[in-house]
Structures are given as C-alpha cells and as structure tokens.
C-alpha cells in the first residue's frame, strides 16, 4: 500500500505563490512517476503536472505552464509543486498521485493523497 499526504495549501492573493509537498510513504518512491491534479466542484479533475521517477522529465499543463514547478526529493520521498503568479482560477482541492503503471506515456494513477485546498483572492 501507498500512502500519500499533502500539504501547503492556504489562502494566498493573486500574484503569490505557495509550495505544496506530498510525502509518501509504504512503497519504493523512487521508482514511480509522480502527478498533481486539482479539481474545482462541479468539475472534473485536471492534471497540472507530472514529474518522472528520475525527475529529469515532467509535464504542464498549458494553463499552468511557466508559473508552476514540480521537482522532487526521492531522499525524502516528496514531490513538490511549486506555483508562482497564482491567479484566482487556480482555486482548488490539489491531489498529488502515483503512477503505479511505470509508463510515462500510459499512466495510471491508483494512489492519491487526501487533497490540499488552495484559495487565491482576486
């Protein structure tokens, strides 16, 4: 089993920013390809970022492109997002993931932490 706990989230202006961290813990960190999704209610989830077990790979999504960084520690096995010039619409619950799949191109994400909110005021 794998668990995955976030945290860092908060209420923060537009134009701030926050890091999130997710810490897991029960399975080979290290060798799993890691995402964060956020949903909105009402809404479906959206992926915002993926990062690759070695960490030399990720992905954006393009509304977050250029403001959020995902990076990790496989020492600590933590996951970080890190979102610079929030914007109101980046309000919502932020879930990190993990790719029990082991395919870059064909995740599947069967684990998930409990969520994160992350308000930004206008």
């Known amino acids: 089993q794998v668990q995955l706990v976030e945290s860092g989230g908060g209420l923060v202006q537009a134009g701030g920013s926050l890091r999130l961290s997710c810490a897991a813990s029960?399975?080979?960190?290290?060798?799993?390809?890691m995402g964060w999704f956020r949903q909105v209610p009402g809404k479906e989830r959206e992926l915002v970022a993926t990062?690759?077990?070695?960490?030399?790979?990720?992905y954006y999504a393009d509304s977050v492109k250029g403001r959020f960084t995902i990076s990790r520690d496989n020492a600590k096995n933590t996951v970080y997002l890190q979102m610079n010039s929030l914007k109101p619409e980046d309000t919502a619950v932020y879930y990190c993931?993990?790719?029990?799949?082991?395919?870059?191109?064909?995740?599947?994400?069967?684990?998930w932490g409990q969520g994160t909110q992350v308000t930004v005021s206008s």
């Open positions: 029960g399975r080979a960190f290290s060798s799993n390809n």
């Open positions: 993931a993990l790719d029990s799949n082991g395919s870059w191109l064909r995740p599947k994400y069967d684990y």
């Open positions: 990062i690759k077990w070695s960490g030399r790979d990720t």
